[in-house]
Structure formats: C-alpha cells, structure tokens
C-alpha cells in the first residue's frame, strides 16, 4: 500500500469520524429582505450599464431604482405589522443583524429618503441642454480631467453618467445595514459600503467639477481617518470582551458573564481597553454625525457635492449614523452611561453653540445649511443623552422630521440658477419672493422648520427631544439648546427676510422650472414638514412603539 493511499485512508477516516462538523449558517432571507432586495436591484443596475444601449439607460435605472426602493419599503411595512418590530424582535443572521423596532423605523425612514433623493438625481430639465440632449446635474463622464478634450467630448457625445442610481442603492443598502448591525464587525462593513459610493457621489458635480473633487477627496480622507479609529476601537473592545457582538460585550461591561476564557481573564478586567476602544468607536460614529469636533468635513463637502448629492447624504447618512450610536450607547455600553454621559454632555453642548453661531457668518446657501444640519446633530445628540425610552422614540421621530426637511431645503436650492449654474451665494436669494413667490414661500417654510416654529415638523421634534431629555436629568442642556435654536433662528429668519424684503437685483438667478421629479420631491418635503407638525401624535406613537432594542 503506496504512500499516499495510507494518507488517503487516513483523511477519510477522519473525516467519517468527525462528529464536529462545521454548522452552516442558518439566514433568515425573510427578515433581512429590505436589505436584500435594495442590494439585489444595485447589483442589477451595474448589468444594466453593462450591457443596455446608453440612450436607454436612465430611464431603465430610474424605474429599477424607484421599484427597488418602493419593494425593500413594502418589506419593511410588511416585517412592521407582522410584529417583528416589537414582540417578535429578534437577532437575525447569526447575531449580525437585530431586527427589532428602532431598525425598522430607521430602514423605513432612510428608503422613503432614498427615493425621494432618487427623484431629484433623476432631474434632467434645470440643466440647459447640452448639443441637443438633456441632461442632470452630474458629470458627462466621472473620470474626464475636468476642462480637458475628454470631457468636451463626452458632453459633445451626450454622454450621462447614469452609474449614479446603482451607486446611491449600494449606498442605502449600507445604511440599511448600519443601524441595524448588532456586532461590531458588521457595524464597520457597513459602514464602509455606504461611505465609499457617497465618496464617488460627491465628486461627480457637472458644474464646479474642481470643487466638487476637492469635497470628494476631503470627505474620502477624514472619511479613511474616522473609518480606522471606529477599527482600532473595535480591535480594543475585542481584546476587551473577547467578542464583537453586542450583548455579548454589555455582559462583560455589566459582569454578568457565565464563563471567561482562563486566557481572556487577564484582559476583561482591563477597564483601559474597554474605554479607549468605546471612544474610538464612537468618535467613528460622531464623524458620520457631523458633530463638532469631528465636523471639519461637512461644510466644504456640503457646498462642493452635487446638490442632490448633499440632500440625499444630509437626510440618510444622519438617520443611519444615528441609529447606530443610540444601539451602541443604549444596547453595548450601558454599563458605562456614567463614563460617556459627560463627554456626550460636553459633545453635545459645543456641537449645538458652535453650529449656530458660525452658521449667522455664511454667505453662501449650501454652507449656511451644512452649519445648521451640524446645530442639528447638537440636539438630537440631547434625546441620545436621555437615556430613557422617551429618548429614543424622541430621537427617531426628530430623524424622520428632519431628514425630509433637508431633502426639501436642498432640492430647493436647486432651482434657482444663474448663467454659471446654481447661484447659491446668499446675495443673489435677494428678492427672490418677488420673482416666484411660490419656491421662496416653500423655501421659507423649511427654515422655519429648521428654526423649529410651532406647527412645523421641526418643533414638534424639537419639543420631543428637550422633553425627553429634561425628563432624563438633562436640563441644564435643554436649556443650552433653547438658546442655540434662538440664535439658530436668526439666521434663518435672515434668510426669509432677504428673500422678501429686498429688492430682486437685475442680474439676478432665475428660477428653473423643474420636471415632475424634483416638483415631487419638494412637494412631500412641504407635506411631511407640515403634516408633522400640525398633527404629530400618531407618529410620535409609532416612534414609541418602535423604540425598543432588541437584546
């Protein structure tokens, strides 16, 4: 008997005696089913590049990407009244993913999002139309040296960069992911599927292309920067704990662990691990927030990103960063609520004053609404400090409220244009309201929700979030934050005044008349906002009963 048959034999008995075999995953397809199909439609979207004619491609990727977005929707709706939000909550995927109420508020807010954004990616009637065709506010070809032959020739060719659609659902499905993840090894994935197509996005601008690189290139290296602090966080948490699962840390934060490892013994006593890696992470996650001091990105990316770009990443990527650190704090470390509250405490306190206060200095519009979204990220941090349930149902009403006020503010901005694309200086707002009334009265509701004026969406959450954070021993900050909305409301009310009062200049922009898409999308903007804040007690009730995580 050769050599190598004794080995064979010898692998085969092995392997018929083996009794531990290694256990396939057990997925369950049907609660995961938002995710899966948003991925599933992107995949589908880059075979559409691939092999449809170009003349047939965006209007084949916009329905794909409506249908999508409107099918993971239904899913979510469906996973919602088959009680899977609140008594059948559960871990699903072999403990990656919790499917439980705050993750099916959050998915279902960020894909209403995400369509609404998709309706003004798709907007092809602002632009002038270039040799004949029409065209959107994207680059003719992305990879074109901006005012080089390549790029004359692709806008001579017609060309449009349609990638953009299957590039936004991979976006989304990251941040479907993100809220939801329930270990730390996910958290990170899907942090990065939903970065790296918002990276590509920023930087495709039609107008202003050197501007709109440089935002891509600033977003992708801070981006790069927090993405590694959220990993080493996660690596010392690991060390920490001797896991990356959620409950599986807050056992050994609250010590109720069963068994330790004899060989994690030495480390999970190490409170030094435990800290460091809980702030790093949560330095990744604040980045995403936008709160000061991890802000420095959002102002330039804001101003330099396609503007529909910048409503769909102001409106999603906040729900989903959001969502991400309220089951951090609320599910990992709230053994250590002692520990973060203070610096969330100083965080929060900085990131509304400093957002207020630099926003009164801007000139320019996009810039003006990227300070106030940080001021934002200030008071919703305040229901995040609650640490009651009141918190988190606060914090995910004033997530819906806000997010389809950004989108709206943003698509606004949109329209009103100048010979060198959109005049978003502020000078040129001037006397808007005598020149088309209705965009600048639309415009004037959004600041004063942002403001958070009675009977918009933004009081309603604003209300939601100071109540619940005074009741949570937070007054002090409430109190800061009043004071921040006062001085917030300066500015925007500076802007209406602006818009009204003052004499429309001769050179002024125009207003572009938009298609249905955009039209839409301003339209729900104004319902929601109005919608919520004169009647918001049946969603203040749904976001109650969806703010308990599963353990």
């Known amino acids: 008997m050769s050599h190598a048959a ?38 589908v979207g880059i075979l559409l590049e691939a092999f449809l004619p170009r003349r047939a491609r965006h209007h084949a990727q916009l329905l794909l990407t409506v249908v999508g977005l409107g099918a993971a929707f239904a899913a979510v709706v469906a996973l919602a009244a088959g009680g899977y939000g609140t008594d059948k909550a559960r871990v699903a995927a072999m403990g990656a993913v919790a499917v439980d109420g705050p993750a099916l508020f959050l998915q279902g807010t960020i894909l209403l999002v995400g369509l609404v954004a998709v309706f003004t990616f798709a907007e092809r009637r602002l632009e002038p139309a270039a040799h004949g065709r029409p065209v959107d506010s994207f680059a003719a070809q992305g ?18 960069t349609s990638e953009v659609f299957p590039l936004t659902l991979f976006a989304i499905g990251g941040m479907l992911v993100f ?27 039609r107008r202003q292309r050197l501007l709109s690189q ?42 109720t662990t069963r068994s330790v490892d004899p060989a994690l013994a030495a480390t999970t006593g190490n409170d030094a691990l435990l800290l460091i890696g809980g702030a790093m992470v949560l330095m ?15 102002p330039d990316v804001y101003q330099g990103a396609p503007t529909p770009v910048t409503g769909f ?44 206060v630099v926003a009164v200095t801007q000139t320019d519009v996009k810039r003006l609404l990227a300070y106030s979204s940080i001021a934002h990220a200030g008071f919703i941090l305040a229901g995040v400090i609650a640490t009651t ?22 698509a606004v901005v949109t329209l009103v244009r100048d010979a060198g694309g959109e005049a978003t200086h502020l000078s040129k707002w001037a006397g808007l309201g005598r020149r088309s009334p209705l965009v600048a009265a639309v415009f004037a509701v959004f600041l004063l929700a942002f403001a958070g004026i009675p009977l918009t969406s933004g009081f309603a959450g604003k209300f939601a979030v100071f109540k ?84």
């Open 389 to 410: 349930p009141d918190g988190v149902s606060s914090v995910l009403f004033y997530l819906a409220a806000y997010s389809f006020v950004t989108l709206g503010a943003f």
């Open 143 to 160: 990879a074109a040296v901006p005012g080089g032959d390549a790029e004359r020739k692709a806008v001579a060719a017609g060309l449009t």
């Open 6 to 43: 004794t080995v064979h034999s010898l692998w085969t008995l092995a392997a018929d005696g083996a009794p531990n075999r290694i256990p396939g995953p057990r997925i369950e397809y049907a609660q995961l089913s938002p995710t899966l199909i948003v991925l599933g439609a992107a995949v």
């Open 284 to 298: 990744g996650l604040l980045f995403k927030v936008g709160a000061v001091p991890f802000h420095m990105w959002t």
């Open 179 to 205: 809220p939801a993840a329930n270990d730390l090894l996910t958290l990170f994935i899907a942090l990065e599927v939903f970065s790296l197509p918002l990276y590509v996005l920023c930087g495709l601008a």
């Open 313 to 356: 990443m102001a409106a999603a990527t906040k729900v989903a960063a959001f969502g991400a650190l309220l089951r951090l704090l609320y599910v990992v470390l709230p053994g250590m609520r002692w520990d973060w509250r203070p610096v969330m405490w100083g965080v929060a306190i900085v990131t509304m004053l400093f957002g207020a």
């Open 468 to 551: 619940a954070a005074a009741q949570g021993g937070a007054a002090p900050l409430v109190i800061v934050g009043v004071l921040a909305s006062a001085i917030a409301a300066f500015f925007y009310i500076r802007v209406i005044v602006l818009m009204f009062f003052s004499e429309p200049r001769a050179d002024g922009p125009t207003v572009a008349v938009p298609s249905a898409l955009t039209s839409t999308a301003i339209a729900v903007g104004v319902v929601v906002t109005l919608v919520l804040g004169v009647a918001p007690q049946y969603f203040l009730d749904l976001a109650g009963q969806s703010g308990v995580f599963v353990r």
């Open 214 to 255: 440089e935002s891509a290139v600033k977003y992708f290296l801070l981006g790069a920067f927090s993405s590694a602090f959220l990993l080493f966080g996660v690596a010392l948490l690991y060390g920490y704990a001797g896991t990356v699962t959620y409950s599986g840390i807050a056992d050994v934060v609250g010590g």
